[in-house]
């Protein structure tokens, strides 16, 4: 079963649509969603988390429709957003006491050993705290009641290296549970490339491609040829090429370049690069 | 939902507090003044019940809570009447609070009853009123139609003086409490249904 089904999800703003969106999460994976500043990635997960209504398509959470999600199943649901969270006048331990109230599987026990673990403190006030530290703290509160599904929105944008790790190592541990799903929305493509199963890529409002991240990098390749070299090759080969005075880069297919051809390994950067770049 | 309810109590915590005290100075200033009047203390309530959905909704603006707790186990409905039940709450702690000091100064139950009714009324009319203009223009705006209200009461305070409202109130004093007291309700409720038609059809 798919922990998430996103089927030609649409939704227009004025100067934006985000048009026909679909894509799964399917148990026991990571998905990450990249794109551009403003690419749609923040629509998509609002809409998701039920904060945005959806012009059309439909969503499904643990295979039930958006609209018909009960208590039971936003219970399984934890989010960690970069720009909003807990109210700020608030104590970790007042936010503590809040939340027993709301999810019907708060665990005080866990909840406190994440505390601990990520060095935060019960009687800080959630104003003192670093974006740092306000976002472990998202994690804890997430990671604290059972949620089987995670969704982080930027979640560790503005982090320093340590920090992030931290972050990343938390989620991998999280997947081992095989009943569980991530989805991950970051510019940090470096972290997608680390821990995502699945890759879908949003550019202006549409997906480009929503598919497995080994499966893409063995896909593609880049190559690094002169213009006259890069002619000899089946236009069909090449996805997009970006030519500078002094030489070309090219995002081909793999299994389409002929032997001789020397190809570089490529990254979700560079197809990422390539796909927003857009000339072929 | 009794989560969202302690959200609101600690996001109000230190409000109420000092609203207490407030009240408390201004009582024993009007206790050790021989000619002050205890009952226009109860002006407070009103005033404070008025600020209070503002306050509630802009804390949530700010930290942009409603987009938060979108995906929390708890209804848009839910979560809006933890607002209407805190102003009703707020609303009682205060009334018991200026009865208590009322009490102490050894008024009469008459009097307190008459100079309580009308503020109690008037602060649920008012917060309703705030707290669906709160929902649908958002708190900033809703602090415009705050001051709109207050011109309103002062305009309408004149009025009621110089029409000598108060020989009907006396001829039939029960009446206009509990019709008072009914209008108020279903001005809050009303305002209570409209208010989750709104957050529930808004984008955070």
Redesign the interface.
């Known amino acids: 079963m798919s922990i998430l089904e996103v089927k030609n999800l649409c939704r227009s703003y004025k100067g934006f649509d985000l048009n026909n969106v679909s894509f799964d999460i399917p148990e026991g994976t990571i998905m990450g969603l990249i794109g551009e500043n403003g690419a749609g990635k923040s629509t998509i997960i609002n809409i998701i988390t039920n904060a945005v209504h959806k012009d059309s398509g439909t969503v499904k959470l643990f295979g039930v429709d958006l609209e018909n999600c009960n208590s039971d199943i936003w219970n399984s649901i934890a989010v960690v957003q970069a720009d909003c969270g807990f109210p700020e006048e608030l104590t970790i331990k007042n936010a503590e006491s809040v939340l027993k109230g709301i999810y019907k599987n708060w665990d005080s026990g866990k909840f406190e050993s994440y505390i601990n673990k990520l060095g935060l403190d019960f009687k800080k006030k959630i104003k003192s705290l670093s974006t740092g530290m306000k976002m472990k703290l998202e994690l804890a509160i997430a990671l604290s009641h059972s949620a089987k599904f995670l969704i982080l929105d930027e979640a560790t944008n503005g982090l320093d290296f340590m920090a992030r790790n931290e972050i990343l190592d938390i989620l991998m541990d999280f997947i081992q549970d095989e009943s569980c799903g991530v989805l991950l929305a970051s510019h940090i493509i470096e972290d997608m490339e680390r821990i995502c199963d699945y890759i879908t890529f949003i550019h202006n409002g549409n997906v480009v491609f929503s598919e497995n991240k080994d499966d893409l990098l063995d896909k593609y390749a880049v190559i690094n040829i002169d213009e006259n070299k890069l002619s000899e090759l089946d236009s069909k080969a090449v996805v997009y090429t970006d030519k500078t005075q002094y030489s070309s880069k090219a995002l081909v297919y793999r299994n389409q370049i002929p032997s001789g051809f020397e190809t570089e390994k490529t990254t979700i950067q560079d197809i990422m690069y390539f796909y927003m770049k857009g000339g072929k | 939902?009794?989560?969202?309810?302690?959200?609101e109590i600690?996001?109000m915590k230190?409000s109420m507090v000092t609203a207490g005290i407030v009240m408390l100075i201004l009582t024993i200033a009007m206790i050790s003044s021989e000619n002050a009047e205890i009952g226009i203390l109860s002006g407070y309530i009103v005033a404070f019940t008025a600020i209070s959905p503002i306050t509630m909704i802009a804390?949530?603006e700010?930290?942009?809570?409603?987009?938060?707790s979108?995906?929390?186990?708890?209804t848009k409905r839910q979560q809006v009447l933890c607002k209407y039940l805190m102003v009703i709450l707020s609303i009682v702690i205060l009334t018991a609070i200026f009865i208590a000091l009322c009490a102490i100064k050894g008024e009469t139950l008459i009097y307190i009853k008459g100079v309580i009714i009308v503020p109690v009324v008037m602060a649920i009319t008012i917060s309703g009123i705030e707290l669906l203009m709160a929902y649908k223009f958002g708190a900033n705006k809703a602090r415009f139609v705050l001051i709109g209200i207050m011109f309103l009461i002062i305009f309408g305070a004149r009025i009621y003086g110089a029409m000598d409202m108060l020989s009907v109130i006396t001829r039939n004093p029960a009446m206009f409490y509990i019709g008072g007291i009914i209008v108020a309700f279903a001005v809050y409720i009303a305002s209570f249904c409209l208010s989750v038609h709104f957050h529930s059809?808004k984008?955070?």
Request: proline share 4%; glycine share 4%.
């Open positions: 939902m009794l989560g969202l309810m302690k959200k600690f996001m230190n804390y949530d700010k930290n942009k809570w409603d987009r938060y979108s995906a929390m186990p708890a059809n984008d955070f």
